[in-house]
């Protein structure tokens, strides 16, 4: 794999079930982040990690968690989904904690919970 | 007011047409700028960095102007293939928390 890569591509969620969403990069890039994306709303920041072992909340947070056991992979899982969370989720990273050089994108997850 | 706006349009230009996007934002520490695109479902790239000095790529300008908090996109001689959405994007500080996007200037250009 060369960047950013998520998965699933897309879902269908049954409300109240949990889910988790994968994201995984080989750049070595320090800093990852989850962000969702909704019409007329632009990109909003769900959480973050500057580093492995460190996570922090973002614009968004509630309802989803997030961990980074390791440098390549950064889970989001939401754990009880509600309608409201339907939307298309991207996973970035960028090589330092501010994002000088720009960030990657994965390729989204389009996630529908009905 | 949102941090960071842009105007949605959409642009519908015709092939060769210039066509230029601004975005403002409201805080004024703001410490770096970046233009991103972003093609229909499919996830952002980055197209440019900002500096306050200008800078150019191509047929692309990017523009700073700290005192009136403006970042603008120049396009010249637009070609079909640069239709997209155009997001701004400030970074406030260090720190991926403190990057904020707009929610995108929509682009169609045509025959």
């Known amino acids: 794999i060369a960047g950013i890569t998520q998965a699933p591509t897309s879902q269908i969620l049954a409300a109240g079930r949990r889910m988790t969403l994968r994201c995984t990069q080989d750049m070595r890039h320090n800093a990852m982040y989850w962000y969702r994306q909704d019409l007329g709303l632009g990109l909003r920041l769900i959480h973050y990690?500057?580093?492995?072992?460190?996570?922090g909340k973002g614009e968004v947070p509630d309802g989803y968690s997030v961990s980074r056991a390791n440098t390549d992979d950064f889970p989001l899982t939401l754990a009880s989904a509600v309608p409201s969370q339907t939307s298309v989720y991207f996973c970035?990273?960028?090589?330092?904690?501010?994002?000088?050089?720009?960030?990657?994108f994965g390729s989204g997850t389009r996630l529908t919970v009905v | 007011r949102k941090e960071v706006e842009q105007d949605p349009g959409p642009f519908n230009v015709p092939e060769g047409a210039t066509v230029a996007f601004n975005c403002t934002y409201s805080?004024?520490?703001?410490?770096?700028f970046f233009w991103y695109r972003q093609d229909c479902r499919k996830e952002p790239k980055l197209l440019m960095s900002v500096y306050s000095s200008g800078n150019e790529d191509g047929r692309f300008t990017a523009q700073l102007n700290r005192a009136s908090q403006y970042i603008s996109l120049l396009i010249r001689d637009s070609k079909l293939s640069d239709s997209a959405t155009y997001l701004c994007?400030?970074?406030?500080?260090?720190?991926?928390?403190?990057?904020?996007f707009g929610a995108g200037t929509r682009l169609f250009v045509k025959a």
């Open positions: 994007v400030v970074n406030m500080g260090t720190g991926g928390f403190k990057t904020i």
């Open positions: 970035a990273s960028s090589d330092s904690g501010g994002p000088k050089g720009g960030y990657t």
């Open positions: 805080n004024s520490a703001s410490q770096s």
């Open positions: 990690s500057n580093t492995a072992g460190t996570t």
